[in-house]
């Protein structure tokens, strides 16, 4: 970023978590950087899990982008994700959906198309400036098992609008291994939006069910071994701010059979 100034956040950790302690509320994270400003909210279900076996999750969370002076805010270019290390991603027996198979397709097209690649659904919003007025979108989108590229799982994330044009929107997502406190990390490039778009709005499901060679499987997997699951979070933003941090949610052990 050489000459761009950069600005630097930290996120909230355990006091101001982006995830929930209850399944039923959700306290959110807010982090301000001049005018912008990142909140974020979620949870898991259940938050009840084993000490030393991994069980099926649920992640279900939200993150919006906005700025105090009303103006649209500064373009997000890329998002980094870690999970923690009493997480786990299981993809074996799971369909897989390349991205020429929904590159032109709508919404409902794309989920058809990799019906048993779906692996999260949720929706996306941006500022659009049509005919000079800032007017803000909401489509679906759908998060699908991609490919794997150099032995490391992937995520397809794809989505459909009719403005300010009509197009596809896809974008491979990399799941690399990491070692120490988090086992994964999660590189989303956010794609150049039609029209001058902004991104400002992202919340979805993500979890799935299956059954592979008559064993029931789950997309995603968590254990409780220290009383939390830690996130960490890195926006980078196209002026070269950068909201940079860890977050942490509360998990209680359950209790043995």
Known sequence: MGHRRIKRALLL?????????????????LVKVGSLV????????????????????????????TDTKGATPTA????RLDFDRNGKFETQGLGVCPVRRIANSTVAGARRRCAKAIVGT???????????????LRVRGTLFNGPRVNGNPTVVGHTFTTLPTTRAYTVVIPIR????AFKYRATVDVPTLAGGGVLT?????IGRRYKQGGRKRSYVRARCRSGVLRTHGHFLFADGTIIDGSLEKACTQKPLP
């Open 76 to 79: 997000l270019e890329e998002m």
């Open 13 to 29: 950790s355990a006091c101001a978590a982006l995830l929930a302690t209850s399944v039923g509320g959700a306290e959110a994270a």
């Open 201 to 205: 709005h992202i919340d979805g499901r």
């Open 177 to 180: 291994r990491l070692r120490g």
């Open 38 to 65: 990142l909140r974020a909210d979620g949870r898991f279900v259940p938050s009840a899990l084993p000490h030393n076996r991994y069980a099926p999750i649920d992640f279900r969370g939200q993150a919006n982008l």
């Open 122 to 136: 949720g929706h996306v919003g941006a500022i659009y400036d049509l005919f000079g007025l800032a007017a803000e």
